[in-house]
Nanobody, 121 residues
Framework: QVQLVESGGGLVQPGGSLRLSCAAS????????MGWYRKAPGNERELVAT???????NYVDSVKGRFTISRDNAKNTVYLQMNNLKPEDTAVYYC???????????????WGQGTQVTVSS
């Protein structure tokens, strides 16, 4: 099986920075797209950023210019550098990945357990 484990969340003041990490482990043959989603209380889960295996990125408009997604394919890890954080960025952040496990014919979608990010003074 495959596990996605996030780290790096916490409490930060407005204008501050955090870096989230998500490491995939298990019987992984390859990983295609990876991404970060978030869910704030009372809101639907929303896409924050995605990155393909080739490094192409996509961001929700509200984080463009502030957040940067990157990945280390050798470590099966995706990162989210979050700068100039705002109170409205407060949410549980979830890692997502499309993974092909050994002997599988297709990619399957996996989620991490989530990490809390709180932006408050």
């Amino acid at each position: 099986q495959v596990q996605l484990v996030e780290s790096g969340g916490g409490l930060v003041q407005p204008g501050g920075s955090l870096r989230l990490s998500c490491a995939a482990s298990g019987s992984i043959f390859s990983i295609s797209a990876m991404g970060w989603y978030r869910k704030a209380p009372g809101n639907e889960r929303e896409l924050v950023a995605t990155i393909t295996s080739g490094g192409s990125t996509n961001y929700v408009d509200s984080v463009k210019g502030r957040f940067t997604i990157s990945r280390d394919n050798a470590k099966n890890t995706v990162y989210l550098q979050m700068n100039n954080l705002k109170p409205e960025d407060t949410a549980v952040y979830y890692c997502n990945a499309w993974v092909k496990v050994a002997m599988a014919l297709q990619y399957y979608n996996y989620w991490g357990q989530g990490t809390q990010v709180t932006v408050s003074s």
